[in-house]
């Protein structure tokens, strides 16, 4: 049986996440639903232009492109598209699949184009019937990599016509239903209100249905509690490390009860040692933790959690506990990412506040053309430096060329954690 996956789906319109494709009423900031379902297990998200015209569509896409930028996990775009550039644009737009609708006229030709443009592992397509399926069941598991199929009643006809997986839209809340529809041969996945829902817990659904007999992405430990050493209380001391920055958070202490509940909520649980209680970080204040990584030490004795921290971690109202400073030497950052980081905030700072005489407020004044020149000319000098090479001007030169490089980010919008995560996903 292949990995099942529980599916979200945000509607654009105008630019905010909106209820469906059919209630347009505004739910809120996408931002609050990108983290929602970054952090709570939610394996993908379908996300739907709802556009009218050209000038929608675009600010929709940027809609997109700040959800891409928020997120881990991966997204499908769908809506608008019409067209090979329409693809395009989604998937520069951070989307690592779009989705096509069979409902609308050269379907099929267009997801050919796209197929032998990005491969077929990117294309999906959306129906409502089986009519679709019928007329084209070669080209199905020629040119998708999957499926969503809009109505339930269909399935049957669906298996009996094409192996192409599919996620299936389900209205409902009922787990048997759910469990009945995930166990299908070709079902790889589920989506609907119950899952856009931000009361719905999703780890713990996961659980419950791993512990029902699917295969589900959810925490399944390689270490076991009895593995790990325990101090003279029996339990374990944890370190908290935000994912992204590295950032130290706090230190508190599991038990055997912690740990598994941590693993079955995907959020951090810990026994508190004052109250002689078992406490799920955030349950009161809405400062959870949500699970990245759990990693044991070398001696088994201490474990190291990766989360991601919604609000502060420190009961203070810091962000993190340690802020207590007690010695401190001057050093110099020479973390890469931290000093690209830096180097861009800095540039950011610049053009928010330019100063008058600033060589790079003047640059920002005279615009993107004046950039681009700059970036071509550091470009051809860093040629001329590999081509006679000297490892202290290759140095300088490299450098000058990723400073000008990132004025030109700054200019258009494109951050260091874009690059990162599009170089991440590259083989």
Partial sequence: MDKKILVATLYIKDGK??????????????????????DSGIDKIFVFDLSDDDEE?????????????????????????????????????????IMLNAAKSGCIDLARKAADRYG????????????????????????????????????????????????VLYDGSDFAEVYALLERENARGIC??????????????????????????NFKPQIQWAELKKNSDGMVPCIVQDYQTGEVLMLAYMNEEAYYKTLSLGKMTYYSRSRKQLWTKGETSGHLQYVKSLTADCDYDTILAKVSQVGVACHTGNPTCFFNEIVKKEYVENNPLKVFENGYHSIMNSKANPKKGSFISEL???????????????????????????????????SDLLYYLMIMMVETGVTWEDITKELAQRK
């Fill in 57 to 97: 569509h675009e600010r929709n896409l940027r809609a997109i492109r700040e959800l891409n930028r928020m997120i881990d996990i991966p997204t499908c775009g769908g809506g608008n598209i019409r067209r090979l550039e329409d693809v395009k644009k989604l998937i520069y737009a951070g989307c690592k699949q």
């Fill in 17 to 38: 996440p909106v209820k469906n494709n059919r209630d347009l009423t505004p739910i809120g900031e996408l931002r609050t639903y990108a983290k929602l379902y970054n």
């Fill in 192 to 217: 609907g209100p119950l899952f856009n829902d931000p009361q719905t817990d999703i780890m713990q659904f996961k659980t419950n249905l791993g512990e029902a007999g699917l295969w589900m992405d």
């Fill in 364 to 398: 920002f004044d005279k615009g993107l053309d004046e950039m681009l020149k700059k970036l071509g000319e550091e470009t051809t000098e860093v040629v001329i430096a590999a081509k006679n090479p000297n490892p202290e001007h290759i140095k300088y030169e490299i």
């Fill in 120 to 167: 077929k592992d990117r294309i999906l397509v959306s129906v409502h019937n089986v009519d679709f399926i019928f007329k084209n069941q070669e080209e199905m598991n020629e040119l998708f990599h999957e499926v969503l199929v809009m109505e339930e009643s269909v399935l049957d006809a669906v298996d009996n016509l094409s192996n192409t997986p599919y996620v």
